[in-house]
């Protein structure tokens, strides 16, 4: 074999072996995702290289692989208690955008995406230009919650930390997060992939809601 067919031989087998690297640490992450319910993927991928050994960075898998591995390992180990504890959440979740109907709320994250589980909140983005709105409305409403803030990516080039408040509800926990009325227009920088998070209003919901139903008879899993 000549030199050119060896270093050629080398790089693929050198790839595959990167890829196979990454598929392990994907599938690892998404395990202790969904069995620990760690939902920061940088943690998950921390704790999968260490579990496994695996240090090179080439060989880290991208957030959406994870997400992605997350989704199969829910489907075939979790199956239909993930589904009754998505669609208990997804319930919810419109229950509250209708609660916080003045706010022009929209649901975010694993509910929305279909990744949630037992141990996934509700998280919701509402609008407002006036800081005290949401926890006076939670305040009238008898609600007792817990301030944060949360760091946000608005876009490449403008970061925001908006306040956030976490509270519980129906046996779930909410967590929400305040942003001015102009975040309608444009919805934040997702941590898997850092493009605008996917968002849904009441009425978005409620048609994926009716979706889910549909499917689960099709399933003959009414």
């Known amino acids: 074999m000549s030199d050119a067919r060896q270093h050629a031989h080398a790089h693929l087998h050198a790839q595959t072996r990167v890829r196979e690297r990454r598929q392990r640490l994907a599938h690892e992450a998404a395990r202790l995702m969904a069995e620990g319910g760690i939902r ?12 496994l050994g695996i240090h090179d960075d080439a060989s880290l898998p991208r957030n959406r692989e994870i997400e992605d591995a997350l989704r199969e390992y829910q489907r075939l180990f979790l199956g239909d208690s993930q589904l009754t504890e998505l669609r208990r959440r997804r319930e919810a979740a419109l229950r509250a955008l209708e609660f916080f109907a003045a706010f022009e709320p929209r649901l975010v994250g694993p509910v929305l995406d279909g990744t949630a589980d037992a141990h996934s909140p509700v998280a919701l983005h509402l609008h407002s230009d006036d800081p005290d709105a949401v926890p006076r409305w939670l305040d009238e409403h ?14 490449r080039e403008r970061d925001l930390d908006a306040p956030a408040w976490l509270f519980g509800a129906e046996g779930l926990a909410f967590d929400a997060t305040v942003l001015p ?3 309608l227009r ?14 849904a209003s009441a009425s978005q919901l409620r048609a994926l809601l009716a979706e889910d139903e549909i499917a689960g008879y ?3 899993t009414p």
């Open 40 to 51: 920061d993927f940088q943690m998950a991928k921390r704790k999968a290289a260490q579990r």
């Open 142 to 155: 008898g609600i007792p919650a817990q301030a944060r803030s949360r760091h946000l990516r608005l876009d």
């Open 181 to 183: 009325l102009d975040g």
């Open 186 to 199: 444009q919805a934040p920088l997702s941590g898997v992939d850092e493009r605008p998070m996917r968002r």
């Open 218 to 220: 099709e399933a003959g």
